[in-house]
């Protein structure tokens, strides 16, 4: 019982008190600012560096939907990519995850998921989502179910996952979606009533990632449905996923 | 016939390891595997005219040796199966059978690995189920899509009241095609970054495998420094992992203080692999050749202080937790593997040690820095989830031992050197002890240099059936936490 109170004690409070004002340590690989002025001559090698081909040389940009955030294009960028330690990198489009040359952190955070009044309407105070991994490697996985722990604690804002789409508003899909998981991924979303959300987490939902090429897959789900925030990362941390939404509900 | 000695990530010519005649390969492994070698890999390889070739790599966990054979058959014919003699082969000749189409003849139960599951693709042969009859059965499906943010993988229960007689894992829904695309994509970078992503839940072990192999082949050695940083890498993959299964095991039998305060140190244990690489899963870190990041002096505080703070948590943590009745009641006997049903089926890993198998690649087949320091393989007997829980808790404690003292001595000089170019004609096993067990990576290269075949092992394979058994006569309500005990891997399954 004594030890039972003194581990008590120790523990202490965990819950990060303002997620808002949440910093990630400097070496976290962020939003990437890019500078065309000084990838002169080595553009090619740019675009060979990235194991997903996320970067295109001319003009130069980056796409976070195809990024691993891996930094090995930094190394040899000569300053022209840099990862900055911000995490806010959702986005409520798809072209929105190119990042061109000058663009900041601020204007992107500003514009990336943008007005939603709607959403807000619907489930500003409580978005209860069904999480399904189609071939996910659990990177992205335990991040999304870090993001309901004692740390982290996105209960506190009424967004929770469920067991049963059916007691579902929405999904959050991981994973490249792998010739044998397409099934279940559509029965899932078909199980969900309308209206819903639809939000692709990590680099292999959004792009395929690095299985893009891979002839295992389907990813026939996202020529049918839309999604409506997309989160990148490889993978995604978890204030990443929690800010991103927070976001797209108008609560942030 | 003598089969070629070799020892792990040691790289040979595939012109000096035997080719024999199916029978006497099929005889010799037997004969081995009878007088106490273990299977490690056993797979095919298809070669450019109408023969593939099987290999088969056996360990001799004793003498720290590893012993490679081959045998030659035409593509489309058959074999006699392995597998009636030893049963822990089930899975490698079904996976053989799926890569390659020869047919291990006599395999009891012949079940697809990866494709033809779940009558998704209406080209491949289905697969029944097991049933079991009786007007009292009922059967328990679950999954694909399971209840929690988990991988997904289809369990089948036949039961009689609460009791399941027999639990059917279906897996193969995260296939990827990893293998093929290691060999399609040979970008030394790409294949390092699919390699981080065979289970993200174990990057630097499936990590350290690859560079392993790689660095053999190209005839490099890592940095010593760079290898202390691996270790430690490795270590921290593993601190986080038990402390999370620690949670979630409290979590399963309703003790939340044991779920909070292990999830919390779990979150330390993975934010320190955040400040060494600026991934929480230390992603981005390991290159071949070395360490993409250095540990500063700074840093080296950080860790040490945190290793301090987390040895002293979890040896409270654990106090609490395995003294309280009401966790050792649900805990103890349930989900019980015995040791012979164990080496049956080849188990590996905590789980093999929970079950009286004191086997351990770091301590029998060490690698990089682990040569220069003992490694213990702490076993269990009573193969509980019990003893899968309590292995966790003295391996955290041994492992921020080894993170400490690799941290204190960590040497001076460079944490990374080129690689040169990959050797044609080779053959290298690469073994390490991701926190589930061993991972195997043989990697055949081809006269020009390039990968011809990229093998993969996670311990996942060997021990999903050992899950299947472990819940033969429980009830249906400690499937959780029997499955959480062994907590297996669906992609590193999947490939």
Known sequence: MIDLLSLRKKHGRQAIPDIMKAQLPDNFRGFPLLNEALSAGGRSALAGACPTGAIQASPLHLDMGKCIFCGECEHVSNGAIRFTGNHLLGSASREGLVVTSGKTPDVYERTAIGNRREIHRLFGRSLKLRQVSAAGCNGCEMELAAAGNVNFDMGRFGIDFVASPRHADGIVITGPVSRNMAPALRDAIESIGEPRVIIAVGACAISGGLFADSPELDRSFFDVFTVDLYIPGCPPHPLTFIRGVLSFLERA | ?495
């Open chain 2, 1 to 495: 016939m003598k089969w070629l000695k070799i020892i792990n990530v040691q790289p040979v010519a595939l012109a000096d390891i035997p080719l024999i005649d199916i029978h006497d390969f099929r005889a010799g492994m037997i004969h081995r595997m009878h007088s106490g070698l273990r299977l490690v890999q056993f797979f095919a390889h298809p070669q450019e005219d109408t023969t593939v070739t099987l290999f088969a790599v056996l360990a001799d966990d004793g003498q720290a040796s590893l012993y490679v054979a081959g045998a030659k058959v035409a593509r489309g014919a058959d074999y006699p199966a392995v597998t009636p003699n030893v049963p822990a082969a089930h899975v490698f000749e079904r996976e053989i059978y799926e890569q390659s189409g020869l047919l291990p003849q006599g395999h009891p139960w012949l079940k697809p690995v990866r494709k033809g599951i779940a009558g998704i693709d209406p080209s491949e042969m289905p697969y029944e189920f097991f049933r079991m009859n009786g007007d009292e059965v009922h059967e328990v499906g679950v999954g694909p899509i399971h209840a929690g943010v988990i991988e997904p993988g289809h369990f089948r229960f036949s039961c009689t009241g609460e009791t399941v007689h027999h639990l059917e894992i279906e897996l193969g829904f995260q296939h990827r095609g990893l293998e093929a695309l290691m060999i399609r994509n040979q970008h030394p970078l790409y294949q390092m970054k699919l390699a981080e992503t065979i289970a993200g839940d174990t990057v630097i072990g499936h990590g350290t495998a690859f560079v392993n192999a790689m660095e053999a082949l190209g005839g490099v050695r890592c940095p010593r420094r760079a290898e202390q940083i691996r270790v430690i890498a490795l270590e921290l993959e593993r601190v986080g992992v038990h402390l999370g299964d620690l949670s979630a095991l409290s979590g399963d039998v309703a003790y939340l203080t044991g779920q909070s305060v292990f999830g919390a140190m779990r979150t330390q244990a993975i934010n320190t692999s955040m400040v060494i690489s600026g991934s929480r899963f230390g992603r981005g870190l390991l290159t071949p050749g070395g360490v993409r990041f250095d540990i500063s002096g700074a840093m080296k505080r950080d860790i040490l202080s945190t290793v301090d703070e987390l040895q002293d948590k979890t040896e409270l943590a654990a106090e609490v937790l395995f003294t309280s009745s009401s966790v050792l009641s649900r805990f103890e006997r349930t989900g019980i593997i015995s040791e012979a049903t164990a080496r049956n089926i080849g188990l590996v890993g905590p789980a093999g040690r929970a079950s009286g198998i004191p086997i351990d690649v770091r301590a029998d087949f060490p690698f990089g820095a682990y040569a220069s320091f003992p490694v213990h393989a702490f076993s269990l007997k009573s193969g509980d989830v019990f003893a899968r829980a309590y292995l966790r808790y003295v391996e955290i404690i041994q492992s921020l031992r080894i993170i400490r003292e690799q941290v204190e001595t960590l040497g001076d000089g460079p944490v990374s050197v080129n690689t040169g170019p990959i050797k044609g004609g080779q053959f290298v096993v690469s073994l390490c002890e991701g926190w589930r067990g061993e991972i195997a990576h043989t990697v055949i290269t081809g006269r020009d240099g390039r990968c011809a075949r990229y093998k993969i092992k996670d311990p996942s394979f060997n021990n999903w059936f050992g899950l299947a058994l472990a819940v033969r006569m429980e009830g249906i309500s400690d499937f959780p936490l029997c499955n959480k005990s062994f907590n297996l891997s669906y992609c590193g399954f999947d490939l």
